[in-house]
């Protein structure tokens, strides 16, 4: 009897193709409303007490013509960056 090697499938994601979220670029001419937007989102979220992503990312995608995936992981990014800054100056107080 013959013993046959088993039928194994790895899922390998291909990546994506040219002009996906990968390829996409972001002019310098929207750094001022970009800096207005999170000014806003961090009043807002002061006063109000909500995330600032809730007012950023469905504010990137109509506004600024974010795709939805940029928006979130711009969201995602800004809350990583926060985090790390605040845990460090936890972590390590100034005397």
Do not use: E, N
């Amino acid at each position: 009897m013959r013993r046959y090697a088993p039928d194994i499938r790895i899922f390998v994601p291909a990546l994506p193709a040219v002009g996906t979220v990968l390829d996409q670029h972001i002019s310098l001419g929207i750094a001022p409303g970009l800096a207005v937007l999170a000014i806003f989102a961090g009043w807002l979220g002061a006063v109000v007490g909500i995330g600032d992503g809730a007012v950023i990312v469905p504010a990137l995608v109509p506004a600024f013509r974010f795709d939805t995936k940029v928006a979130v992981a711009s969201s995602m990014v800004a809350v990583v960056a926060t985090s790390a800054a605040a845990g460090s100056a936890y972590a390590w107080p100034a005397s």
